[in-house]
């Protein structure tokens, strides 16, 4: 059976400092991948997506990036992170775009 | 802006049915209805989808009207584990999934 594991769980990190995130996925090949992000209260805002390696899509305009280095690893990354990139972020896998996508258990991510 | 319209917030008496609405009035013909729910502080659980049909599996029933306009997710005996929020999505290629704010179910003992 297909399992995604997203690390770490949670984060706390100053103004400023870089950012990596990853997400793997297993039991699959050539997985569609995403980034969510979550803000308190808020519903889920999809901040890239990915059908195969190397190729990226951008939904939002922001300070982070994503990266897709090998089949079933997706990372998301900044260089600076913002007050605002605070919040609860999302990776989910799904087999082909008609196809429902599955949620890991998300990190959330703190910003002091 | 999502695509679906859902009450902000819902009760339900543990055992009976919980009936969650949601309005998808401008759906086109290849969009298919996925419903998914998310409890406190975890990653969204997908539910069902469907395009036309009604569909059911073991977690519930998904009713699709016949102009496809609306639809509403039956969960057939609520438990308390079942509080959550739930969001209905309409999309064709499952690529750009866009969330709402959802209904808030409470399933009260």
């Known amino acids: 059976s297909q399992t995604i594991h997203q690390w770490p769980a949670t984060l706390v990190q100053p103004v400023g400092s870089p950012l990596s995130l990853e997400c793997t996925v297993e039991?699959?090949?050539?997985?569609?991948l995403y980034w969510y992000r979550q803000a308190a209260g808020r519903g889920l805002q999809l901040l890239f997506y990915?059908?195969?390696?190397?190729?990226i899509s951008s939904e939002v305009p922001q300070n982070l990036s994503a990266s897709r280095p090998q089949d079933r690893q997706f990372i998301l990354s900044s260089k600076k992170l913002l007050l605002s990139d605070s919040g609860f972020y999302l990776c989910?896998?799904?087999?082909?775009?008609?196809?429902?996508?599955?949620f890991g258990d998300g990190t959330r991510l703190s910003i002091l | 802006d999502a695509k679906t319209t859902q009450p902000p917030s819902m009760d339900c008496a543990e055992g009976r049915a919980a009936n969650l609405p949601c309005n998808h009035s401008?759906?086109?013909?290849?969009?298919?209805v996925y419903w998914y729910r998310q409890i406190h502080s975890q990653g969204p659980q997908y539910i069902i989808h469907?395009?036309?049909n009604n569909e059911t599996n073991e977690m519930a029933s998904l009713i699709i009207t016949e102009d496809r306009k609306s639809s509403t997710l039956i969960l057939p005996h609520a438990t308390l584990r079942d509080t959550a929020v739930y969001y209905c999505?309409?999309?064709?290629?499952?690529?750009?999934?866009?969330f709402g704010p959802g209904t808030r179910l409470s399933v009260l003992p």
């Open positions: 989910a896998w799904s087999v082909r775009d008609d196809q429902p996508q599955h």
């Open positions: 039991g699959t090949s050539n997985p569609n």
């Open positions: 990915s059908v195969g390696i190397g190729q």
């Open positions: 401008t759906i086109s013909g290849n969009e298919y």
């Open positions: 469907g395009l036309k």
């Open positions: 999505i309409v999309d064709n290629y499952g690529q750009n999934f866009v």
